[in-house]
Structure formats: structure tokens, C-alpha cells
């Protein structure tokens, strides 16, 4: 079963908006990290934050993590159309070595 | 960079006969991961191991479906019979747990379509 649930389920913004996307766990976890995919292709790691962090930023992106209401975003900022793909959250919960991942945001960056 | 490569990348066949897809991790690699991701979905583990040995398998279908890693480094998973059912996109990723890094690097994946 999937642990995460993205939302919204997809999204559609123009060129150079930012896109925030948003994800919900259900168990205590390690860490929650995001990932990309493109049509048809793997997936390709974003970035991961720990438990006891809670904001983190790698270019233009930036991942909030919020223990309490077990609840994470991914903003992407200045979007660009080779954004376009779609993005999964994905937990690590205590006591396993296995990820669990979201339904995912299909992201379109139109330009 | 070194990847994680799988093959084929696509695979069409009918149903009630047999596929078999392959893996091979990224070098030092000793965790490997298959998933099976049904369009529109996340991906959703299969079986893990660590080195040749069968950490996770509890979501295989073990009535047919199988999966090996003998010497610890590439892994096959195989599906006999096929099934509808079984019509999916199939990830292999790897990770290095002993490096203290967590993230998962996947292949590209193998499209199966049953017929």
C-alpha cells in the first residue's frame, strides 16, 4: 500500500510561476525525500530531508517537512518548461529500509 | 556517472507466458530494489535485497513471480505465467546504505504490456 498522497494530483502553471506541491504520511518516519520522472523514464532523486529538519533547499527547489501534521511541499521556483514531469514523495519509516511512495503531482510547465 | 541499467526497455507479450527482465546496479551497490509501477500510480515494492540475500519480498506475488540475485550483484525477475494484470512499468533501483546515503538511484525501467 502507498503510504504518501500527493496533491494536488496535477497542476498546470506557466513559465515562470513557482509550483508547490504537497504530500501526506501516515507512520513516524526517517526521512521523506522527493523524486522526479519523466514520461515513460525512472525516476531520478530531488532531494531528501530528514526528520529533524525542517526546511531545506538545493537551486530552486525547497522541501518544508512538518513532523507534527505529517505533512511535506516541494516548491519549485521560476518554473521552466523542462520541469515538466511528474513528482513523488517518497518516506523512509522508522524500522525499515524501504521507501514508500505517493500517487504524485504530474507537473505541466507550459511555456 | 555510473547508472543503473535495466533490460529490455520494452517488452510485449501474451498472456500466460513467460518474461524475465534484468538488472544491474550502480558498482558497490549492495542494496537493490525492484518495483512494479502501474500507470498513473507511485512505484510499489517488490522485492529487496542486500547482496544475494531476500531482504523484503512480502509484496511478490510469489505464486509467479520471481526473483533472484545470485552473486550478489545484477538480479533477474521473472513472471510466469503472465498475466492482464501484470501489464506495468518495472523499476530497478540500487542504493549504498553503508555509505550512510539513502536516496535511491533507479534504471529506466522496463514497459511490460500483456496481451
Known amino acids: 500500500s502507498q503510504q504518501g498522497e500527493e496533491d494536488p494530483q496535477a497542476l498546470s502553471i506557466q513559465e515562470g510561476e513557482n509550483a508547490t506541491m504537497n504530500c501526506s504520511y501516515k507512520?513516524?518516519?526517517?526521512?521523506l525525500q522527493w523524486y522526479r520522472q519523466n514520461s515513460g523514464r525512472g525516476l531520478v532523486h530531488l532531494i531528501l530531508?530528514?526528520?529533524?529538519?525542517r526546511e531545506k533547499h538545493s537551486g530552486r527547489l525547497r522541501v518544508t517537512l512538518d513532523t507534527s501534521k505529517k505533512s511535506s511541499s516541494l516548491l519549485i521556483t521560476a518554473s521552466r518548461a523542462a520541469d515538466t514531469a511528474s513528482y513523488f514523495c517518497?518516506?523512509?519509516?522508522?524500522?525499515?529500509?524501504?521507501?514508500?511512495f505517493g500517487k504524485g503531482t504530474k507537473l505541466t510547465v507550459n511555456p | 556517472e555510473a547508472e543503473v541499467a535495466q533490460s529490455p526497455r520494452y517488452k510485449i507479450t501474451e498472456k500466460s507466458q513467460a518474461v524475465a527482465f534484468w538488472c544491474d546496479p550502480i558498482?558497490?551497490?549492495?542494496?537493490l530494489y525492484w518495483y512494479r509501477q502501474i500507470l498513473g500510480q507511485g512505484p510499489e515494492l517488490l522485492v529487496q535485497?542486500?547482496?544475494?540475500?531476500?531482504?523484503?519480498d512480502s509484496q511478490l506475488p510469489k505464486d509467479r513471480f520471481s526473483a533472484e540475485r545470485l552473486k550478489g550483484v545484477d538480479s533477474t525477475l521473472k513472471i510466469q505465467p503472465a498475466e492482464l494484470g501484470d501489464s506495468a512499468m518495472y523499476l530497478c533501483?540500487?542504493?549504498?546504505?553503508?555509505?550512510?546515503?539513502?536516496?535511491?538511484?533507479f534504471g529506466p525501467g522496463t514497459r511490460l504490456t500483456v496481451l
Open positions: 533501483a540500487s542504493t549504498n546504505r553503508t555509505s550512510g546515503r539513502a536516496e535511491q538511484f
Open positions: 507512520t513516524s518516519i526517517n526521512n
Open positions: 530531508i530528514r526528520s529533524n529538519e
Open positions: 517518497a518516506t523512509d519509516p522508522r524500522g525499515s529500509e524501504k521507501l514508500v
Open positions: 558498482s558497490g551497490h549492495a542494496t
Open positions: 535485497f542486500q547482496d544475494e540475500s531476500v531482504v523484503d
